[in-house]
């Protein structure tokens, strides 16, 4: 039995449900799948903190490696979110001409945001790359890890520009997919509303 208050409260719709659009395809999909791991290390980010924590206050003997480690784990979680929300299609976007566009401009310039979003992702890669060269090679040619130069000294800051590299690569081929699938028509803000 319901509240009487309830029987004349009006229907509202369903709140939308965090999915990857059908427009991202299969890559979107496993993006998106991988992002439970990236959650994970936010709450081992968490955990580090604790135990640092009790060790520095309970038992007055502060680790080495806390503070790396969750600068680390929290910066790879920030750096995969971009793509994360790219994958879900969504990504920052002014939408003040967006809105009032209709299907068919809604659909021409998803394909431009999608294309200038590729080639930004593309030069972003291409820094991350210098970036990669400098931190992971010696001037020799050989792999010298850049470190972090504290007294624990671990390689994170090389690790760090190697998965941003990564991650920049495939922002890239992300917005392109999204980009080819918007010209096929598959998808757009229109289709699932």
């Given amino acids: 039995m319901t509240h009487p208050a309830e029987q004349n409260a009006p229907i509202l719709p369903e709140p939308e ?13 496993m993006v998106d799948k991988t992002g439970t791991i990236f959650a994970i290390g936010f709450l081992g980010s968490m955990s580090v903190l604790i135990i640092e924590i009790v060790m520095r206050h309970v038992f007055d003997s502060p680790t080495l490696w806390a503070h790396e480690t969750t600068t680390f784990l929290c910066g ?5 979110g971009g793509l994360f929300c790219a994958s879900r299609d969504k990504h920052i976007r002014v939408v003040i001409i967006y809105d009032i566009a209709g299907p068919k401009l809604r659909r021409f310039l998803d394909i431009a945001i999608s294309l200038i979003c590729a080639v930004a992702s593309g030069f972003f890669a291409w820094a991350a790359w210098l970036m990669v060269g400098r931190a992971a090679f010696a001037p020799d040619g050989s792999v010298r890890l850049e470190t972090s130069g504290s007294a624990w000294n671990p ?5 760090l520009k190697i998965f941003l590299l990564i991650v920049m690569i495939a922002l890239t081929v992300q917005f392109i997919i999204l980009a080819i699938n918007y010209m096929r028509g598959l998808g757009g803000k229109d289709a699932t509303e």
Avoid at 76 to 80: E, L, T
Avoid at 155 to 159: D, E, G, N
């Fill in 17 to 29: 449900t965090a999915t990857v659009p059908a427009v991202s395809g299969l890559f979107g999909k």
């Fill in 76 to 80: 790879i979680g920030f750096v995969f």
């Fill in 155 to 159: 390689p994170f800051p090389s690790l």
